[in-house]
């Protein structure tokens, strides 16, 4: 396929000018237009590239501005470069209103820290509040406030956590096994130690003696250690065309898979800029072809998750993106099979990319820039869909060593695009790793004692981006829904540490423990998060659910309101463990709690209705199927205890949600040696067909 045709199939005009393949880390090439004019031709477009701000040297001279500090013409020119304050946009307030929405979460948490300064040795509280990380609750409601922007400077956007210090980095940070004193012991994050729990335990062993005597306390992350390897075996597509498939695989299936990826995995965890991979990345491909290089392998990881996506829009009937699915009728809103929709027909669709990736990484294994974090990432959101766990946190924990590698180098020389796109992936990598570290008791990389350094991700655009015709304006609104919503789980999971380091401890000789305020105080804030994000991804209970135009539209909402009851669920599982340990010593706001975390632990949209029909886009499948093998043991041991008051605290409707978390189980069995144990273990106890427990 020739250029022509390569820019068509990503919708660009070809009299736009623009010399693909310009590299936005190289400082001596000018813009593709300039560089268009110094070999002969001229741009038939009068502007390739819109500067959200110019210098003023620009602005007199009308002329364009790279936005470089200096730019190019001040530069050259020898001159001051200077620019005015921007005003803040609307993307960047709402932005501001839920980062400040974090900041009060931290702020209300460090003024109770003389509350709870007992409750472990290893945790460190700030002892008072900072003036200015105070924020008016106020501001937080209000749409039209500029001011709020200024949170979103680089160095006032920064989380500062409560927590000043931490001494657990070189250990699980999920099993603190040293109490924080004689009368209190620490409760593990992980669902599957919940198999172990004492009272648990202790019921099991009665119940079925034999069913525990095999079974180790991390034999999940055994199980998962143990599975055979993935195969690396290829399907070249079309069938026939022998190992030099890829050199005669057409651009415009290239492309369509690429959008396909853009359009689902990447905004769910947005470590590529689509502007970057369109303008610099695939642009290296076309002129020498796959090769055993880093560019290669980031496009060959997205090709096989963009097979991923193509089988989840053919499961949810969804029509691919406009231009990649044969649209028998306009007005028809399904899937229609594309000419190529063969290449997805693998057991693990993408697999044969993937494994060419897997072949052609031996050069680039050293390298711990910017790219290798990303190929790493995409290995590991690969592996995750396959349920790999320990597979993916092996690629997860090598993206952790180039985040660090980047955090240690010389910064001089970044750009704000380059170190946005640095925060982009370290808060995608920590949020992965922490996610496994805590399930499976796997080895920390250290990477999260730098959250308290790294800012929130701005979304910098990519400095050499083109334009993107009639789609602009719709792009635009698809990215700053889906930026908004890579903040909220940003802020999503920095609570949930927050819940885990302050809540997690058993204290049989204290019956005011957890400390109500405290408690009270983390409630609160869960529903300051709920209530700070952005209207266009707020979540409403109320409302008739719309029907989602894309898989993603229906994927986000799910997400985000699952990661609330989540978050509540979690808030009630200390209690729930004082149930099933000491129940003499529950009062009437204990068993609201234990009620109220297992209706949180009930209904979770992200597997549930329209995005149960899309497994192929399913996110987190594994870290889904442990939450639901914990909270199963946890309605067993709660309708077996001997106190009739915590039996009640059981919602009406468990049996029906049991019914269905274990058909989740049930489904992703086959995959995972570790969920096909759980469904074993779980069955054994009762969970037949009646599921009465």
Request: contains cysteine; proline residues 6%; hydrophobic residues 35%.
């Given at each position: 396929m020739n250029k022509r045709n390569f820019r068509e199939a990503f919708g660009f005009a070809r009299n736009e000018g623009l010399?693909?393949?310009s590299s936005p880390f190289d400082n001596s090439v000018d813009h593709p237009s300039a560089a268009a004019e110094d070999n002969g031709t001229k741009s038939s477009s009068s502007r390739t590239f819109i500067a959200l701000q110019a210098c003023e040297a620009c602005?007199?001279?009308?002329t364009r501005c790279d936005e470089g500090k200096p730019c190019g013409l001040c530069q050259s020119l020898g001159i001051e470069c200077q620019y005015k304050e921007r005003k803040a946009t609307k993307k960047e307030i709402s932005s501001a209103m839920l980062m400040n929405g974090l900041r009060r979460v931290e702020t209300r948490l460090e003024s109770l820290s003389q509350q709870v300064s007992?409750?472990?040795?290893?945790?460190?509280?700030?002892?008072?509040?900072?003036?200015?990380?105070?924020?008016?609750?106020?501001?937080?409601?209000?749409?039209?406030?500029?001011?709020?922007?200024?949170?979103?400077?680089?160095?006032?956007?920064?989380?500062?956590?409560?927590l000043s210090?931490?001494?657990?980095?070189?250990?699980?940070?999920?099993v603190l096994e040293t109490p924080a004193s004689a009368s209190r012991t620490a409760i593990s994050f992980s669902q599957h130690h919940v198999l172990f729990w004492p009272a648990i335990n202790t019921q099991i062993t009665t119940a079925v003696p034999s069913l525990l005597s095999s079974l180790q306390k991390e034999y999940a992350s055994d199980l998962e250690m143990e599975r055979d390897k993935l195969t690396m075996a290829t399907n070249p597509y079309p069938l026939g065309v022998g190992d030099a498939w890829l050199d005669k695989l057409p651009y415009s299936i290239i492309t369509a898979l690429s959008e396909v990826y853009f359009a689902t995995f990447n905004l769910m965890s947005p470590l590529l800029d689509q502007d970057a991979y369109i303008y610099d990345t695939l642009p290296t491909i076309l002129r020498g072809g796959f090769g055993h290089d880093m560019y290669s392998c980031v496009v060959l990881n997205v090709l096989a998750l963009g097979c991923m996506s193509v089988k989840g829009y053919q499961e949810g009937g969804?029509?691919?993106?406009?231009?990649?699915?044969?649209?028998?009728?306009?007005?028809e809103i399904s899937f229609e099979s594309p000419e190529w929709v063969g290449i997805i027909g693998e057991e693990y669709p993408g697999l044969s990319f993937f494994n060419e990736a897997r072949k052609r990484i031996g050069a680039s294994l050293c390298e711990n820039d910017l790219q290798s974090c990303q190929f790493y990432l995409l290995s590991g959101i690969y592996l995750m869909q396959l349920v790999r766990p320990t597979d993916g946190w092996a690629?997860?924990?090598?993206?952790?060593?180039?985040?660090?590698?980047?955090?240690?180098?010389?910064?001089?020389?970044?750009?704000?695009?380059?170190?946005?796109?640095?925060?982009?992936?370290?808060?995608?990598?920590l949020m992965f790793e922490t996610i496994l570290i805590q399930e499976l008791n796997l080895p920390n990389s250290g990477l999260r004692q730098f959250e308290n350094d790294v800012p929130i991700p701005k979304f910098s655009p990519f400095p050499h981006r083109g334009r993107h015709g009639a789609r602009a304006a719709e792009?635009?609104?698809?990215?700053?829904f889906f930026q908004f919503h890579f903040l909220a789980q940003v802020a999503h999971r920095i609570l949930l540490s927050r819940i885990r380091q302050t809540l997690f401890f058993y204290s049989p000789s204290?019956?005011?423990?957890?400390?109500?305020?405290?408690?009270?105080?983390?409630?609160?804030?869960?529903?300051?998060?709920?209530?700070s994000l952005p209207e266009s991804i707020r979540i409403d209970e109320s409302a008739t659910p719309s029907v989602p135009k894309t898989p993603m539209h229906a994927f986000v909402p799910a997400i985000l309101y699952t990661r609330y009851k989540v978050a509540k669920f979690h808030l009630g599982r200390p209690f729930l463990y004082k149930a099933l340990h000491n129940p003499s010593s529950l009062g009437d706001d204990d068993l609201q709690a234990c009620h109220s975390s297992l209706i949180a632990g009930m209904d979770w949209p992200h597997t549930s209705d329209i995005c149960r029909d899309m497994p192929s886009l399913q996110p987190l499948k594994f870290a889904t199927c442990s939450q639901y093998f914990g909270q199963l043991l946890v309605y067993w041991g709660i309708k077996r205890s001997p106190d009739s008051r915590v039996r009640e605290v059981v919602p009406e409707g468990y049996e029906r949600w049991a019914s269905e978390m274990m058909g989740f189980l049930r489904e992703c069995a086959p995959h995972s040696m570790t969920v096909s144990r759980d469904v074993e273990i779980i069955e054994a106890l009762g969970f037949g067909k009646s599921l009465k427990l």
């Amino acid at each position: 396929m020739n250029k022509r045709n390569f820019r068509e199939a990503f919708g660009f005009a070809r009299n736009e000018g623009l010399e693909i393949g310009s590299s936005p880390f190289d400082n001596s090439v000018d813009h593709p237009s300039a560089a268009a004019e110094d070999n002969g031709t001229k741009s038939s477009s009068s502007r390739t590239f819109i500067a959200l701000q110019a210098c003023e040297a620009c602005r007199a001279k009308k002329t364009r501005c790279d936005e470089g500090k200096p730019c190019g013409l001040c530069q050259s020119l020898g001159i001051e470069c200077q620019y005015k304050e921007r005003k803040a946009t609307k993307k960047e307030i709402s932005s501001a209103m839920l980062m400040n929405g974090l900041r009060r979460v931290e702020t209300r948490l460090e003024s109770l820290s003389q509350q709870v300064s007992g409750i472990t040795s290893s945790l460190a509280f700030q002892t008072s509040p900072r003036t200015e990380d105070v924020v008016d609750t106020n501001l937080l409601l209000s749409t039209d406030n500029s001011k709020a922007a200024v949170a979103h400077s680089p160095s006032e956007s920064r989380l500062r956590p409560a927590l000043s210090s931490m001494d657990d980095l070189n250990q699980d940070i999920d099993v603190l096994e040293t109490p924080a004193s004689a009368s209190r012991t620490a409760i593990s994050f992980s669902q599957h130690h919940v198999l172990f729990w004492p009272a648990i335990n202790t019921q099991i062993t009665t119940a079925v003696p034999s069913l525990l005597s095999s079974l180790q306390k991390e034999y999940a992350s055994d199980l998962e250690m143990e599975r055979d390897k993935l195969t690396m075996a290829t399907n070249p597509y079309p069938l026939g065309v022998g190992d030099a498939w890829l050199d005669k695989l057409p651009y415009s299936i290239i492309t369509a898979l690429s959008e396909v990826y853009f359009a689902t995995f990447n905004l769910m965890s947005p470590l590529l800029d689509q502007d970057a991979y369109i303008y610099d990345t695939l642009p290296t491909i076309l002129r020498g072809g796959f090769g055993h290089d880093m560019y290669s392998c980031v496009v060959l990881n997205v090709l096989a998750l963009g097979c991923m996506s193509v089988k989840g829009y053919q499961e949810g009937g969804f029509p691919l993106p406009a231009g990649h699915g044969r649209q028998s009728n306009a007005t028809e809103i399904s899937f229609e099979s594309p000419e190529w929709v063969g290449i997805i027909g693998e057991e693990y669709p993408g697999l044969s990319f993937f494994n060419e990736a897997r072949k052609r990484i031996g050069a680039s294994l050293c390298e711990n820039d910017l790219q290798s974090c990303q190929f790493y990432l995409l290995s590991g959101i690969y592996l995750m869909q396959l349920v790999r766990p320990t597979d993916g946190w092996a690629m997860f924990s090598r993206a952790c060593v180039c985040c660090l590698t980047m955090l240690k180098s010389d910064q001089t020389d970044r750009g704000d695009w380059e170190a946005d796109m640095q925060c982009r992936v370290f808060w995608t990598t920590l949020m992965f790793e922490t996610i496994l570290i805590q399930e499976l008791n796997l080895p920390n990389s250290g990477l999260r004692q730098f959250e308290n350094d790294v800012p929130i991700p701005k979304f910098s655009p990519f400095p050499h981006r083109g334009r993107h015709g009639a789609r602009a304006a719709e792009r635009v609104e698809n990215d700053t829904f889906f930026q908004f919503h890579f903040l909220a789980q940003v802020a999503h999971r920095i609570l949930l540490s927050r819940i885990r380091q302050t809540l997690f401890f058993y204290s049989p000789s204290e019956e005011n423990f957890p400390p109500t305020s405290l408690v009270s105080e983390l409630y609160h804030q869960l529903e300051q998060w709920r209530d700070s994000l952005p209207e266009s991804i707020r979540i409403d209970e109320s409302a008739t659910p719309s029907v989602p135009k894309t898989p993603m539209h229906a994927f986000v909402p799910a997400i985000l309101y699952t990661r609330y009851k989540v978050a509540k669920f979690h808030l009630g599982r200390p209690f729930l463990y004082k149930a099933l340990h000491n129940p003499s010593s529950l009062g009437d706001d204990d068993l609201q709690a234990c009620h109220s975390s297992l209706i949180a632990g009930m209904d979770w949209p992200h597997t549930s209705d329209i995005c149960r029909d899309m497994p192929s886009l399913q996110p987190l499948k594994f870290a889904t199927c442990s939450q639901y093998f914990g909270q199963l043991l946890v309605y067993w041991g709660i309708k077996r205890s001997p106190d009739s008051r915590v039996r009640e605290v059981v919602p009406e409707g468990y049996e029906r949600w049991a019914s269905e978390m274990m058909g989740f189980l049930r489904e992703c069995a086959p995959h995972s040696m570790t969920v096909s144990r759980d469904v074993e273990i779980i069955e054994a106890l009762g969970f037949g067909k009646s599921l009465k427990l």
